[in-house]
């Protein structure tokens, strides 16, 4: 079932009371802002090892400002005038760094840290090519972008939320209609991306999430975290294993180690707090012990309260990281992620069909998460290279029930309480000679799962769980050839599990891949990459868990299948600028067939329902395919820009392995733009708009879903007969900024939906009566056709 997302229809004073506060902050006397100047911190060391670079120099474009690095291979510049600067970092025998568009405040600077690759000519270590953003890793050099911080910083309509934010990525949507946030990739279904902080994984980054799936309604994850994300589409790394469409990697900063410092952000939906700082720093300048931690709390709940909403979203959230250096070459880290969600029931006052509808269709829904991890990095005492290791633990607990009168929450008709574990311990070695980089490491990982489950509506019910080990191993080598013109990659994994018929043949999830990016002009303005791989991913627990006639029936599901072939090309006019192009082709095999309604998984989980709750086959086929275009500009001198447009076919069969169906994904058009522009110092403006073609839906099954109703079924036949209109919508933002002594501010105004745009959704139904004969009439939800305005404020101090 989908929930469309509301908003404020009335908000004439709402936007009154918002202009009026902007133009009051707009014209605050600039005497106000009593600091000029602030500080730059930070580290230079070596990409491959993380060895200390002593003596780099460090110094800020344009101007004579600039510092060496000491011992430890830090620097400081000082009483550098407010404003926004692209800084270059130095060192003889390595690749020169150029960081853009980094802001100096009053206070609130974060370090900007340097990770300097060696030079092929160690006389030529000046030269460079391409700014950092645009450098892909060794391991992915096609099918990878990134996002800087200054970027998610000030994403419109974001709202803080990560998973919104990569949403301004090529090839990557969204949920079209619904109460959601899914992050779908090429076509791909959202539990076909990984999800990694600072090398842990994590099962989920939104709240409320699908069981089964990945989707929900608000990231949970804090944006002031984060050194940067990047984003694989194809072509990942060995290293990674259970991803099929997208590895996201979400790149945490390090706490201060000098001074304490907080962030205070109030936003359209949560207030957060952040706080770092140093731990044990006794009378030394700086210490070896830093923390990074936040809450956020949610009053989305209030507002929707108010404006009388049949379902309350109330939520709470945490980050935490712990760094410690025990030496010159080894380094240990502790972080975590959680998060509290209740979604409750509301009465409305003012019953209209729409909100009967939902009223009584809602799920009743109390989730925690939680993801612990601690790593331990240990340089290599020859320097060539080093050891990653480390232990996590992930809880994910889902109390979903369904009932026949939500009012009063009685007649339980549907029920699943469900815990998973995943204890997981990885190590990896990275060991590098002189033109190659060696990659190999194991993983495994105690799965634990229990669920109390029932479905009237199906006559089935268990309580009870799983318990099994998995496990994975890989390998992957990269080098420069033709005199550094071509790089090399080639690698293969094996995953395999204790719990299903034929996990142990580890045979059978070999995945060899291999990947290469040409530079075809000696200064490397153009570049040709392409990749091929194979890449499997394991079932999801609750439905390896799921139950039917006291078996587990799903025992002989096999790991989905998924070959990538990709290839593209990318200019680089300026090192700031990047055009590229690139094609696509990804074949599936052995995926999930729901052996009760012959189709594919991949046209379910996009609701709240639980994804995997039946007996399936692996048996399905699938493809998706299309090609992929990208302009982006870096923020270097006063905009930045992201324009992508990906045209894409998503198909996947079911019983029959013949017919080929639209995907619930298969919306075939995906054009976005996201740029922003500075005006001065003070004043930021920023925009955002996306365009997604006709998405596929499947009727409803009228005489089955009035059997089920509050539930209701579908006629999975006529998927792609029907399609929802075209989706568009475009947010605006502006920010204005202040540097006092003691703190900085920026208050910025979002405006979603500008030009009052309606969201497109799927028919909602409510059971009538007339002669005593049940009937589904059809109702119209509210679309989300208003304006929404909203202002938030962030502090540093």
């Known amino acids: ?44 060391t070596d990409a491959r090892t993380g060895e200390a670079l002593i003596g780099a120099n460090v110094g800020i474009e344009g101007t004579s400002m600039g510092a060496s690095t000491n011992l430890e291979g830090f620097f400081e510049i000082r009483n550098i005038p407010v404003g926004n600067y692209n800084i270059i970092a130095t060192f003889v025998g390595y690749e020169r760094e150029r960081r853009i568009n980094i802001p100096v405040r009053s206070t609130g ?128 790394g060995a290293r990674y294993s259970n991803a099929l469409s997208g590895v996201l990697q979400f790149n945490q900063r390090t706490g201060n180690d000098r001074e304490f410092r907080t962030n205070f952000r109030v936003g359209a939906s949560e207030a957060g707090i952040t706080a770092e700082g140093p731990l044990f720093r006794g009378g030394e300048p700086t210490s070896n012990t830093t923390f990074i931690v936040s809450a956020r709390r949610s009053y989305l709940q209030l507002l929707f309260q108010l404006i009388d909403l049949p379902f309350l979203p109330d939520y709470w959230d945490y980050q935490y990281k712990v760094n410690h250096r025990i030496d010159a070459f080894n380094d240990v880290y502790l972080t975590g992620v959680g998060s509290i969600n209740d979604f409750r029931i509301n009465v409305p006052g003012d019953l ?59 007649g339980l008709f549907a029920q699943n309480t469900a815990t998973e574990w995943r204890h997981t311990a990885r190590t990896e070695l990275r060991y590098f000679t002189e033109k190659s980089t060696w990659n190999t490491g194991l993983n495994f990982r105690v799965n634990q799962f229990q669920n109390d489950f029932f479905d009237d509506n199906t006559g089935i019910s268990f309580n009870d769980g799983i318990d099994f080990v998995s496990y994975g191993g890989f390998f992957q080598w ?107 082709l990804k074949l599936y095999d052995d995926y999930p067939v729901s052996v009760a309604e012959g189709v594919s998984l991949a046209n379910l989980g996009g609701g709240f329902e639980v994804l995997g709750n039946e007996a399936i086959a692996s048996v399905g086929k699938g493809r998706t395919y299309g090609v992929e275009f990208v302009y982006q500009q870096k923020f270097e001198t006063n905009y930045y820009a992201i324009l992508a447009y990906t045209l894409f076919w998503s198909e996947f069969t079911g019983i ?65 007969d029907e399609r929802l209109s075209p989706f568009s919508v475009t947010d605006i933002r502006i920010d204005r900024k202040w540097n006092f002594s003691t703190f900085s501010m920026d208050v910025f105004l979002e405006i979603q939906n500008l030009f009052a745009q309606n969201t497109p959704s799927e028919p909602s139904y409510l059971l009538q009566f007339e002669n005593d004969e049940p009937f589904l009439k059809r109702v119209d939800q509210l679309s989300d056709s208003s304006i929404l305005p909203t202002i938030g404020i962030i502090i540093d101090f």
């Not at 900007?112 to 060696?118: A, D, K, S, T």
């Not at 909100?355 to 109390?366: C, F, G, K, S």
Request: glycine fraction near 8%; aromatic fraction near 14%; charged fraction near 20%.
């Open 352 to 410: 209209t069909p729409d909100r009967q509808a939902i009223l009584e269709q809602v799920p009743v829904i109390r989730q925690r998460t939680n993801t612990t991890g601690i790593a331990w990095r240990s340089r290599l005492q020859s320097g060539n290279g080093f050891w990653l290791s480390s232990l996590s633990s992930s809880w994910f607990y889902n109390d979903f029930r369904r009932f026949r009168d939500n009012e009063n929450q009685e």
């Open 109 to 236: 600077n974060r370090d900007i840290n340097f990770e300097l690759q060696p030079s092929a000519d160690a006389l030529d270590e000046l030269v460079f090519t391409v700014s950092e953003p645009f450098r892909a890793p060794v391991e992915n050099p096609a099918s990878f972008n990134r996002l800087s911080p200054e970027e998610i910083a000030t994403y419109p309509a974001g709202n803080s939320d990560i998973a919104k934010v990569v949403q301004s990525l090529p090839g990557v949507s969204g949920s079209v209609t619904g109460f959601r946030n899914d992050v779908i990739i090429r076509g791909g279904a959202p539990n076909e991306n990984v999800y990694f902080i600072d090398g842990i994984e994590i099962p989920t980054i939104n709240h409320f999430s699908t069981q089964g799936s990945a989707g929900g309604p608000v990231g949970l994850l804090n944006v002031a975290f984060f050194e940067g994300v990047e984003l694989s589409t194809s072509a990942f």
């Open 656 to 720: 029959e392995r013949e017919v080929y169906r639209p995907s619930s994904w298969d919306s075939r058009h995906l054009l976005s733009f996201t740029g922003g522009y500075r005006l001065g110092s003070n004043w930021e403006f920023s925009l955002r708009s996306r365009i997604i073609g006709r998405t596929p839906f499947a009727p409803i099954d009228e005489a089955r879903s009035i059997a089920r109703y509050p539930a209701f079924a579908f006629d999975f036949d006529r998927l792609g």
């Open 1 to 44: 079932m989908h929930f469309q997302t509301f908003t404020l229809r009335h908000c004439a004073s709402s936007c009154i009371f918002l202009f009026s506060a902007l133009l009051l902050f707009a014209f605050l006397p600039e005497q106000l802002s009593a600091q000029a100047t602030g500080t730059l911190n930070g580290r230079v």
């Open 478 to 584: 990269s080098r420069p050839v033709l005199d550094g013109r071509l790089d090399l990659t080639a690698g293969f994994r094996f995953d395999g599990n204790t719990f299903t018929d034929t996990g142990n043949e580890i045979y059978r999830t070999f995945s060899p891949r291999a990947a290469a990016s040409l530079r075809l002009d000696e200064n490397g303005q153009w570049r040709m990459t392409a990749s091929a791989g194979r890449y499997f991913k394991k079932p999801p627990m609750n439905l390896l868990g799921f139950r039917e006639g006291g078996d587990f029936v799903n025992r002989s599901a096999r790991y989905i299948r998924s070959d990538h072939l990709t290839y593209g090309f990318e200019f680089f006019p300026r090192s700031s600028t990047r055009f590229g192009i690139e094609g696509f």
